[in-house]
């Protein structure tokens, strides 16, 4: 691609514009639309892109093109611009490739896609009425090449709408959504030109098409934000909030599940709240049968179990890490008082199994006697008692204990 090339192709389009609205004027029609060899129905395309940048950047942008290697198009450089939104640009890049081969109809397409943001970020500025013609015009181009283009249909109505031909842009946006339905974008765009139509019910329901397929998708909430509040935007978008986790499917019948399945149910209430509120919320839960690795429900908190029988007890813990603690304890209970044996042991990936604080003690129950209490001292868990015991070798210590919890040592 060379600079010659460049600027004799779009001298021959300024020129090809020229004598197609001439042509429709004289024969008394108006010029509705672009001819073939048109780029733009409403100016010439050397135009439009001489006020996107100024004359000394677009001439070092016409050499680098005449310099690009293989490959590396006007097109090319749009795209990389259009990511860092740097519109104006972007325009220029993609309008430089629709004046060279305007039967292009992807250039043609992100030309009027550039120009209409261009519009939308400053509709006061001094030449957006031309940028949004341009745009309208391209668009049209475009889809006369290739009307069953989904993007090239959403373009086309956007444009349209931003014009304030609102007709047109409804008839745009239903072509879109016709040919892509599952592009909730479509949806949105739709959704905008039935409300500038003066038609929010059809607006409602194409919003809540959109929310149906990406609820938490940033374009669905843009158009709830944009769309006026109320009216029936909000009970559309709400009769898609029936959240269904499905908790007692997914969950498993054990009693690990059975806990996750509560809060499975608890994190499916709050979805649906933030759904009707308008927010972000999850769609699914994850519910499995593995232990947590910080404990159950409760962060922190690690995993274990304990089993007990007179006489005898042993507790389990596991943690995140693969690590196992055991404390066994065995006795005998006379009425208030208890002696008991007890060890601990631990078990890690990385030390092996030690074992330590093995000694003794005597309990003695401060609480009447009842069944209740007598059966928990069986147990070797006094509800209330003190405890008098020696660990690993260390001097005895006595305690108050509550159920074996430490509240006063000495």
């Given amino acids: ?8 192709a779009m001298a021959a389009l300024a020129f090809g514009v020229a004598a197609g609205a001439a042509t429709a004027q004289k024969s008394g029609q108006p010029a509705t639309g672009p001819t073939p060899t048109a780029v733009v129905a409403t100016g010439p395309v050397v135009d439009v892109l001489a006020m996107l940048v100024p004359a000394d ?13 293989a490959g590396v198009n006007g097109d090319t450089i749009g795209h990389m611009l259009f990511t860092r939104r740097h519109f104006d640009k972007a325009a220029w890049f993609f309008g430089t490739e629709a004046a060279i081969d305007p039967s292009d109809p992807v250039s043609l397409n992100n030309y009027a896609a550039m120009l209409t943001e261009v519009f939308a970020d400053d509709p006061g500025a001094t030449n957006a009425a031309a940028y949004l013609s341009a745009a309208h015009g391209a668009a049209l181009q475009a889809v006369a090449i290739d009307p069953g283009n989904a993007a090239f249909q959403n373009n086309l109505g956007n444009a349209a709408r931003r014009l304030g031909l609102t007709r047109d842009a409804v008839t745009a946006a239903e072509a879109a ?24 019910a059809a607006a ?3 919003l809540a098409r959109a929310h149906a397929l990406s609820p938490n998708s940033m374009v669905v ?3 709830r934000n944009d769309l006026p509040s109320g009216g029936p935007y909000q009970g559309a978008v709400q009769r898609n909030c029936e959240v269904n986790f ?12 059975g806990l996750m399945s509560v809060t499975c149910e608890m994190e499916n209430s709050s979805a649906q709240l933030a759904c009707m509120e308008g927010k972000p919320f999850p769609t699914s839960y994850n519910c499995k049968e593995d232990l947590p690795e910080y404990g159950i429900l409760i962060p922190g908190l690690n995993s274990g179990f304990s089993i007990a029988v007179p006489g005898f007890s042993v507790h389990v813990v596991v943690d995140g890490q693969g690590n196992v603690d055991v404390r066994v304890e065995a006795g005998v209970s006379v009425g208030p008082v208890g002696g008991y044996v007890r060890g601990d042991g631990h078990f890690g990936p990385s030390g092996g199994v030690t074992f330590d604080n093995m000694g003794g003690g ?6 009447p006697s009842s069944p209740a209490s007598d059966l928990a001292s069986g147990l070797g868990h006094p509800p209330v008692h003190i405890e008098v015991e020696s660990t690993g070798g260390r001097p005895a210590s006595v305690n108050v204990e509550v159920y074996n919890a430490g509240v006063i040592s000495g």
């Fill in 1 to 8: 691609m060379t600079a010659v090339r460049l600027l004799a």
């Fill in 57 to 69: 950047e677009a001439r070092a942008f016409t050499d680098f093109l005449g310099q690009a290697p």
């Fill in 177 to 200: 959504v016709r040919l892509n339905p599952d592009e909730p974008l479509y949806w949105v765009n739709l959704a905008r030109a039935h409300e500038a139509l003066g038609d929010p």
């Fill in 204 to 206: 409602a329901e194409a």
């Fill in 221 to 223: 909430a843009f158009a």
């Fill in 246 to 257: 499905h908790c007692q499917e997914i969950c498993p019948r054990s009693i690990i599940g």
């Fill in 362 to 367: 005597v309990r003695v129950s401060v609480l």
